[in-house]
């Protein structure tokens, strides 16, 4: 296999978090193996590695964009959803057959949602990831074909979190609400593994690591999971600085779609209860959201009359 072929791996991963680089997605793998050892569950690893092959193999036998292909534009979404489908689904024989199969719907929809949203200046990022994956679990669990893992999350109440909690405690929970909301977004479950990742932004890109370590969302049990606040970790590196130019006017846009983005998330929570993982959803709709109005205000200053 040429070097190309693990360079394009590797960047595939790193691209989780927008970035392009190889070392990055290494320590990316390195945040997965140490997640799959500490729950003895390795088809994590695999099956983010196979759906990470099988979408970067398919895009190029349907002859993709090149370019695309060598950033891991179109690899990262199948390494989610080989994460979330080893994720959320007990392992079968048959398990192997629906990731290669969601793998490459994963990157069809890749390419369908890139044409459709490039007009409006809109990235399709993980909009894909979450479609194909939802799909494939109301699929299966429709049929009835695997069954499904329903993870749990246990803690005390709000009140028991907040009153019975000293000031080094308070420190503690923060770091570790912030590498779990990093974890949880390639669906991890613990800080350890969300350090990792955030070791590796950090290599690549001083500036997005340090606006990752504001992103504390809270101490309460659902918080410190890492369940409520990582589609803001998303939102924040999107908003805030890949896709539009940093300045001080984008910060306090990036700090409205936050709000906006914490306020979907718990408006799911609380009101739309459903047997489908919000994965990064509410990240998604903000950004897509942003983009359309980025675009509709732009084309407005560009036809407005001048004074």
């Not at 993709?64 to 891991?72: A, L, P, T, V, Y």
């Not at 979190?161 to 000293?166: G, L, P």
Request: positive net charge; proline residues 4%; charged residues 5%.
């Amino acid at each position: 296999m040429s070097r190309d072929f693990y360079t394009t791996t590797l960047v595939s991963v790193s691209q989780i978090f927008f970035i392009k680089q190889p070392v990055t997605g290494l320590l990316f793998l390195l945040a997965i193996s140490y997640n799959a050892w500490l729950n003895h569950h390795w088809l994590l690893l695999f099956g983010a590695l196979i759906a990470t092959l099988v979408a970067n193999s398919y895009a190029h036998f349907r002859r993709f964009d090149g370019d695309m292909i060598i950033s891991g534009l179109y690899g990262f979404n199948g390494a989610l959803t080989g994460l979330a489908l080893t994720t959320f689904l007990q392992p079968s024989q048959t398990l192997w057959g629906y990731l290669i199969l969601s793998a490459i719907v994963s990157t069809e929809l890749t390419a369908l949602f890139t044409r459709s949203l490039r007009p409006l200046a809109i990235a399709a990022s993980t909009g894909p990831f979450v479609l194909t994956t939802w799909l494939a679990l109301l699929l299966i669990d429709g049929l009835h074909l695997i069954p499904a893992i329903t993870p749990a999350i246990t803690g005390g109440s709000v009140a028991d979190t907040i009153t019975q909690i000293s000031m080094s405690q308070l420190m503690a929970a923060c770091i570790s609400t912030l590498f779990n909301n990093i974890a949880q977004v390639m669906l991890l479950n613990n800080p350890i593994s969300g350090a990792m990742i955030w070791l590796g932004i950090l290599l690549a890109d001083k500036r997005a690591a340090l606006l990752l370590a504001f992103n504390v969302t809270g101490i309460t049990p659902a918080m410190t999971s890492g369940l409520l606040g990582f589609s803001c970790v998303l939102t924040a590196m999107a908003i805030g600085q890949v896709f539009y130019i940093p300045s001080w006017r984008q910060s306090l846009w990036s700090l409205v779609a936050l709000l906006m983005t914490f306020g979907l998330v718990m408006t799911a929570e609380l009101w739309f209860k459903s047997s489908l993982p919000l994965l990064t959803a509410p990240y998604v709709i903000t950004l897509y959201l942003f983009g359309l109005i980025h675009f509709l205000w732009q084309k407005f200053r560009r036809f407005s009359p001048k004074s």
